[in-house]
Each structure stands twice: as structure tokens, then as C-alpha cells.
């Protein structure tokens, strides 16, 4: 049996960088049902480093991770992110909307602005301007490294003594004599801390341990490579979100575009697999939206975004539950708040407040705790 301070379940974004965090201050080991780390939702993202997205508060976390994904990280021979500016846009009735939505978004990232008129196009010259009336830009997003990310945490993780168990599902934990015992595929483990970052199983970890779940809901969400006849390098991300059009398209090496519907279907946590009518619609709302004539696709893969049921993060300690760390509910923002959810953990773990990046932008842990 081995002894541990910490026992992380869930070998993900959320699972490595708790690890990363931890690790230099506590013994620990990070716990993966499948033979690889990083196999659902983590290697499925559009990989998109965003401020303003998933509401005020993704917004602020988002925010304060931007200092580590900026650092110098003597291990990465390439930065994490590459600048890749984001717009949203809509149609001309859209104008009022999109401008209130700027002024919320310039309370935290003072340099989103309004676009109109040819910048549109000269941004992306395939957007059809007869549908587009508005954009709101985000300059100083880029596109992350996202398996660079996730081997940086788990390296330093390692580095600093903790173990890897890949192969080790965890199939039953109870705390007994003040302390979490867990029974994995891989062998047996005593920690006192147990952290629950089992992305889309989270309340299935919960219910394990006779913890009562937070009702997340899975969400199932398609994604696509497609080749197209231009060179989109120096295209933003474009995103449209209203009803009759919603769809993504970001700009990939070797003249592809990844798209997606931005489809939200609820599932059961499971090995997510792509869905044709998504990427059908996806085409069409594409192609409503551009010139591109998208006809074919690449690949085709699909991911589970978890929600908490007000779609905020769970970050926090369970008031019923000695010892039991919740890092669920990351829902499309996994990646880009890693960094920060990391450190609040490893603040929690060791009994110290949040980090100011977090309390300097307005957020405090009754907004992140779990039975809110
Ligand atoms: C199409 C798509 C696009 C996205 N784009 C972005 C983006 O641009 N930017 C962004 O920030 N986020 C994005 N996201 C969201 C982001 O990918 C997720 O928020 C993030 O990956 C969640 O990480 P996680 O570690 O919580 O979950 P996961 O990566 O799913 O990790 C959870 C792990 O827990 C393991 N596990 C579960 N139960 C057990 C058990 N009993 N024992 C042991 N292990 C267990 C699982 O096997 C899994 O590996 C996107 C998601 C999708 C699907």
C-alpha cells in the first residue's frame, strides 16, 4: 500500500496541474483509470487561450493564469502560447449586444473592441459582410500548447517525487481513521487528501466516497479538421454564438481550419465520439457565415465539457466531507484556468488564502466552493 499526503484522481489538465502545484509541498500521487494520461477531454480542445469566455467569473480565473502561460519555462524549448487574436461576431441587430457585452468584458481585459464595417473582412477576408455586421475583438488571445501544458505540470509533478499511476482506476475509496483509503486497478493507496479531478466522472468519484454529487451534466461537443484552399495563418479565431448560426473556426498549420458547431448535447461520461449531424451543421453554418464552401472534412474527434449546474467552476473543499478537494466543472475553459486552479488548489491543500491574482480581480472562495 502506499502512503500519501495527496491522492489526485484524474490524469487531465485539471489532475496534472494540481500535481504540479502540490507536489514541491506534499507527497502525492496522481491516479489515471486509462493506460494514458490526457486521453478524454484534455486532447480534445480547440486549444484556444481566451479571457473573455464562460462568464465573469471563468473570465477573471482565465485572467490570472496569463502570468504563467507569459512565463519563461526553462524546461519548454517553445512558448505555450502563440498570439492568435479572437472575434465573435454577429449580425447588425446584434450591434447593441455585442457593445454591452464589450463594456462588461473592459472591466477585466481593457483591450476587447468593437469592429465594424471593412476591418471585418480585412481581419478575415472569407466572412460574407451581408451577414456580418459587428465583431467584438480579443487581441491578446492566442493558441496554447495544450500537451506542452500538460507535460510541463506532470514533469515538474515528478520532479519533485510525486507518482504517476496510469492504469489505476479508482473503483472504491472511504475514509476510515482520518484518512482516505483508495482501492485502484493498480494497487492500494492511504492519503489524507483526496482531490476529485475526475473531469466528466466527478460526481461518480463523489458517489464512490458517499459524497453527495454536485449534478454535473457532461456535455458532448463535436470538433473537426477541415483543408481549405487558402492560408488562414493570419486569421483570428472566429466564433459566431446566436441561435440560427453558431459555429467556430480557428486557423491550424498546413492551410486546415479546426471547427466545431459549438454544439452542447448532455451526455454520460463516457469515450466521446463525434457525431456526423454536428459536423454536417457545422459545414452549413460555416459556409453561411464565409465563402470558404467547406465540403469535406479531416478528422473528426468529440469531448465532454463538464458544467456544475450554474456553470461556474468547483473549486473548493466539501463541507460534509473531511480531506475531499473538488477541481470539477471546468467546462470549456479547462486549459486556459488550469494554471490558476493549480495554484488555489495547492493554496487550499496548505491552508492559505487564495492567490491574489484571483482576489485582486473581485472573485473569493464562496464563488468557487462547492455547495454554493
Ligand atoms: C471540443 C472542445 C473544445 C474545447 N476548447 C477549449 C479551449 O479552447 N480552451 C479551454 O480552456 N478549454 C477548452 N475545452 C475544455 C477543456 O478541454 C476541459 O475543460 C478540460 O480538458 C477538462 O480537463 P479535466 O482534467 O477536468 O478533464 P479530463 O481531461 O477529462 O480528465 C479527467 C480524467 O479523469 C480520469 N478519471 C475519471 N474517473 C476516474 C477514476 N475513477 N479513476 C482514475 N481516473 C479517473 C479520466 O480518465 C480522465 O482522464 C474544450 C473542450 C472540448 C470538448
Not at 126 to 148: F, H, K, Q
Request: hydrophobic residues 45%; negative net charge.
Amino acid at each position: 500500500m502506499l502512503e500519501v499526503d495527496v491522492a489526485i484522481i484524474g490524469g487531465g489538465i485539471a489532475g496534472a496541474t494540481v500535481a504540479g502545484h502540490v507536489a514541491p509541498e506534499r507527497s502525492v500521487v496522481l491516479l489515471e483509470q486509462e493506460q494514458e494520461l490526457a486521453h478524454h477531454t484534455t486532447s480534445r480542445s480547440a486549444a484556444v487561450y481566451i479571457e473573455n469566455e464562460g462568464g465573469p467569473v471563468f473570465h477573471r480565473l482565465s485572467t490570472a493564469s496569463r502570468s504563467f502561460f507569459e512565463a519563461d519555462h526553462p524546461e519548454l524549448d517553445a512558448p505555450l502560447l502563440t498570439p492568435m487574436p479572437v472575434m465573435k461576431v454577429g449580425m447588425e441587430k446584434h450591434r447593441d449586444a455585442v457593445a454591452a457585452e464589450i463594456a462588461a468584458a473592459n472591466a477585466v481585459t481593457s483591450s476587447i473592441r468593437l469592429i465594424e464595417g471593412d476591418e471585418l473582412t480585412e481581419l478575415c477576408p472569407v466572412l460574407r459582410p451581408e451577414m456580418i455586421g459587428v465583431g467584438m475583438l480579443e487581441p491578446t488571445a492566442a493558441s496554447i500548447d495544450v500537451m506542452g501544458l500538460h507535460q510541463l505540470y506532470v514533469r515538474r509533478a515528478r520532479a519533485a517525487g510525486a507518482e504517476v499511476w496510469r492504469s489505476a482506476r479508482v473503483e472504491a475509496l472511504q475514509r476510515t481513521d482520518g484518512r482516505w483509503h483508495l482501492e485502484t486497478a493498480s494497487g492500494t493507496v492511504s492519503a489524507k487528501t483526496v482531490v476529485n479531478a475526475a473531469g466528466a466522472w466527478g460526481d461518480h468519484v463523489a458517489t464512490m466516497a458517499g459524497v453527495k454529487p454536485i449534478g454535473l451534466t457532461p456535455m458532448r461537443r463535436t470538433a473537426f479538421t477541415a483543408r481549405i484552399d487558402h492560408d488562414p495563418s493570419a486569421w483570428p479565431f472566429i466564433y459566431a454564438d446566436i441561435p440560427e448560426l453558431h459555429c467556430y473556426f480557428k486557423p491550424e498549420a498546413g492551410n486546415q481550419l479546426l471547427c466545431s458547431l459549438s454544439d452542447e448535447t448532455p451526455s454520460e461520461a463516457c469515450d466521446a465520439r463525434a457525431e456526423e449531424i454536428d459536423v454536417a451543421m457545422a459545414i452549413d453554418h460555416i459556409n453561411q457565415l464565409t465563402t470558404l464552401n467547406l465540403r469535406s472534412v479531416s478528422t473528426t474527434w468529440a469531448g465532454l465539457r463538464t458544467f456544475a449546474p450554474d456553470r461556474n467552476p468547483v473549486f473548493g473543499w466539501d463541507d460534509e466531507a473531511d480531506g475531499f478537494l473538488w477541481m470539477v466543472g471546468q467546462g470549456g475553459c479547462g486549459i486556459v484556468t488550469s494554471p490558476i486552479a493549480g495554484q488555489i488548489a495547492a493554496n487550499l491543500i496548505a491552508g492559505r488564502p487564495l492567490p491574489d491574482a484571483v482576489t485582486e480581480l473581485g472573485l473569493d472562495q464562496a464563488a468557487l466552493a462547492p455547495r454554493r
